[in-house]
């Protein structure tokens, strides 16, 4: 079921990169890299990700502020988006209320949220959860 399903991996780190296209290409996904929120908002347009891994702390345009772009975009706010991050979770949905608590319309947390270093049957288990591919 996982056949060309495209997941876009936006992350600084390269090592990190590697990892989550060589996990998801060996798994019969199609997978896409950004080294940024920038790049990553230009690929997400080119190539309408059906899954989005995203990192929070990055160089320049953030993984907050790409994350904050794509819910409140009519086009991509479905996307599913998995945060893979060394912040906790519980750090992460502090900054979210607090950023909440100044808009007038609420960012949804994300699908899901995995902490830094994860295993790579629980990416696959939460790509496949995310996908509805259970």
Do not use: W
């Amino acid at each position: 079921m996982s056949q060309h399903r495209k997941i876009l991996i936006v992350d600084d780190e390269p090592d990190m990169r590697i990892f989550l296209s060589v996990l998801s290409k060996t798994n019969g996904y199609i997978p896409f890299v950004a080294r940024n929120g920038s790049e990553g908002m230009k690929q997400i347009k080119e190539i309408c990700p059906d899954l989005i891994f995203l990192d929070i702390m990055m160089p320049g345009e953030g993984g907050i502020r790409m994350y904050q772009s794509i819910r409140t975009d009519a086009d991509l706010c479905l996307t599913p988006i998995i945060m893979l991050s060394a912040v906790k979770k519980g750090t992460f949905l502090h900054y979210l209320a607090m950023l909440n608590s100044q808009l007038e319309t609420n960012i949804p947390e994300p699908d899901r949220y995995l902490e830094k270093p994860p295993e790579p049957e629980v990416i696959l288990q939460t790509i496949r959860s995310v996908l509805n591919e259970t």
